[in-house]
């Protein structure tokens, strides 16, 4: 169990600031054994987050391997299977296979925790011998002959855009083996002292006109799914940079920030959607004549 010290020391260490709560929450169920898929909006910093997670509890970032969900991963990359050595030069080798462990099956096998990014980028069938392992506590390895069991102090942390365009919907089975954190946007109090730290000779009017842009666009996304997401922080760390950037070398305040903010829009709208392109468009007009 980790102690009080331990909590605030992961806590004030962590780059990414205004998830506190939700940080605590998936360090109690670590403490618990569980693992934790954390989930939410594209740029707020879930991979960040979980790497850092990691880090602190194995002591360096060589104590946990990483993996990136992709739309053709399959279970060899998670468990392992054969491999053929066709591309051999060697006629006897051309027709002989080698056995290669998967991710999973290294993390264990090598003594670590595990941190699978972009989960629901894969299909829930690359993960068939992970929900194996993750409900019975076990890992049959069949052409190697022996199983593999989970180790009690093992950590596995998972991140997912819900609903993002290119991922999978996971089974309820698959998703019930995991505790869901939601890593949302900050508050505007957070971010706005996050833009005083970074940007803290931009002028208040741009970074005020910033973060509107950034509550406008995350209310449409919430509202009725206008716009694919909102501007993520991340986002609003970019543009309020180019805005300083572009007035430091001459640029007017209202210009710097409507280049900034279109060119932001046109990243989390739909480019193949008009009518996406246009309501942010519209807002950035909008934004833009009262600043």
């Known amino acids: 169990m980790l102690s009080t010290n331990e909590y605030l020391n992961i806590l004030e260490t962590c780059k990414i600031k205004g998830h506190d709560d939700a940080i605590?929450?998936?360090?109690?169920?670590?403490?618990?054994?569980?693992?934790?898929?954390?989930?939410?909006?594209?740029?707020?910093?879930?991979?960040?987050?979980?790497?850092?997670?990691?880090?602190?509890?194995?002591?360096g970032k060589d104590t946990f391997y990483e993996i990136e969900g992709t739309?053709?991963?399959?279970?060899?990359?998670?468990?392992?299977?054969?491999?053929?050595?066709?591309?051999?030069?060697?006629?006897?080798?051309?027709?002989?296979?080698?056995?290669?462990?998967?991710?999973?099956?290294?993390?264990?096998?090598?003594?670590?925790?595990?941190?699978?990014?972009?989960?629901?980028?894969?299909?829930?069938s690359a993960y068939s011998g992970l929900f194996l392992l993750l409900s019975l506590g076990t890992l049959p390895l069949e052409y190697q002959e022996m199983t593999l069991t989970k180790p009690d102090n093992w950590v596995l942390i998972a991140t997912a855009n819900f609903g993002d365009e290119g991922t999978y919907r996971l089974s309820n089975a698959l998703k019930r083996r995991f505790v869901p954190i939601d890593?949302?946007?900050?508050?505007?109090?957070?971010?706005?002292?996050?833009?005083?730290?970074i940007t803290p000779d931009l002028d208040e009017r741009v970074v005020a006109a910033a973060l509107k842009f950034a509550e406008e666009t995350r209310a449409i996304w919430k509202k009725d799914r206008g716009l694919p997401q909102g501007l993520s922080t991340d986002g609003l760390i970019r543009m309020a940079r180019y805005c300083e950037l572009?007035?430091?070398?001459?640029?007017?305040?209202?210009?710097?920030?409507?280049?900034?903010?279109?060119?932001?829009?046109?990243?989390?709208?739909?480019?193949?959607?008009?009518?996406?392109?246009?309501?942010?468009?519209?807002?950035?007009?909008?934004i833009g004549d009262q600043v």
């Open 246 to 286: 572009s007035i430091a070398q001459g640029s007017d305040r209202v210009s710097a920030f409507m280049d900034a903010a279109f060119h932001q829009g046109t990243i989390i709208a739909d480019e193949t959607d008009p009518h996406s392109l246009h309501r942010v468009q519209e807002l950035v007009i909008a």
């Open 71 to 124: 739309e053709g991963m399959s279970e060899y990359q998670i468990v392992g299977g054969f491999h053929p050595l066709s591309m051999s030069g060697s006629s006897d080798l051309s027709e002989r296979f080698v056995y290669k462990h998967g991710t999973v099956t290294r993390a264990i096998l090598d003594k670590k925790n595990l941190l699978i990014d972009e989960f629901t980028r894969a299909p829930s």
């Open 183 to 197: 890593i949302g946007y900050p508050s505007s109090a957070t971010e706005r002292s996050l833009l005083a730290t």
């Open 24 to 59: 605590i929450r998936a360090l109690r169920y670590i403490d618990l054994g569980y693992p934790i898929l954390l989930y939410g909006p594209p740029g707020n910093g879930k991979t960040t987050i979980a790497e850092h997670i990691l880090t602190s509890l194995g002591g």
